[in-house]
């Protein structure tokens, strides 16, 4: 496999309040999605790394906003998970200001990585995230992650009914199968990225040592 455009990625830095973002450096990626939608596990796997991102069974472990610096000086921001209803109250409204307050004014943000279970896709609170990011003009890319649990034919058919579901947003929202347990999807998510960041993947895999 080529050299990963997330491979070497380095955690930065994490923040709780919006006040305490740190000034913007280079472009930047988020990545957002349902508690339990595989967000961690597919950051760590994109980076090559076991444990970059805090992984857990327990849905609503990311409490923060946590930049893992890539080695191209781009970060990816790890949000945390919507739609975790058994958290308190008090802690949901505060997960959803800080989100809200990074998405909707953080300058340098390029774009937003949407992961969703290939089990369970487009969920009331996901197409909310769209329709409330979408105005924004950047691209989103949605991960149907876990897409190991479904056997080929039924994976496939979930794949064609997001992308049919999402075709009024085309072409800002696209959409891929990914699965961090195969390993699969990693270079289709690193194009798309590469786009974004206005590099030439090809390119730079084929110079990469």
Not at 96 to 106: C, D, V
Not at 189 to 209: K, M
């Amino acid at each position: 496999m080529p050299p990963s455009l997330f491979r070497h990625a380095r955690f930065e830095t994490s923040i709780a309040k919006p006040a305490a973002l740190p000034p913007g450096e280079g472009a930047e990626i988020a990545f957002a999605g349902r508690s339990n939608a595989g967000k961690s596990s597919a950051i760590n796997t994109l980076a090559g790394h076991t444990r970059l991102a805090y992984v857990s069974k327990t849905p609503g472990r990311t409490q923060l906003l946590n930049f893992f610096r890539l080695p191209n000086g781009a970060c990816v921001v790890d949000l945390p998970g919507y739609g975790y209803a058994a958290a308190p109250e008090k802690i949901r409204h505060s997960w959803q200001a800080l989100i809200e307050h990074y998405l909707k004014t953080r300058e340098n943000l390029i774009g937003l990585v949407l992961m969703m279970d290939a089990r369970h896709p487009l969920t009331p609170l996901d197409q909310q995230m769209i329709d409330w990011f979408a105005p924004s003009g950047r691209p989103i890319h949605v991960l149907l992650t876990k897409s190991d649990k479904l056997s080929r034919g039924p994976a496939q058919a979930c794949l064609l009914k997001v992308r049919s579901a999402l075709k009024a947003y085309a072409p800002q929202v696209s959409a891929q199968l990914f699965s961090s347990l195969a390993k699969t999807g990693i270079e289709e998510c690193e194009r798309v990225v590469a786009g974004w960041l206005d590099l030439d993947f090809q390119t730079r895999n084929s110079s990469c040592p």
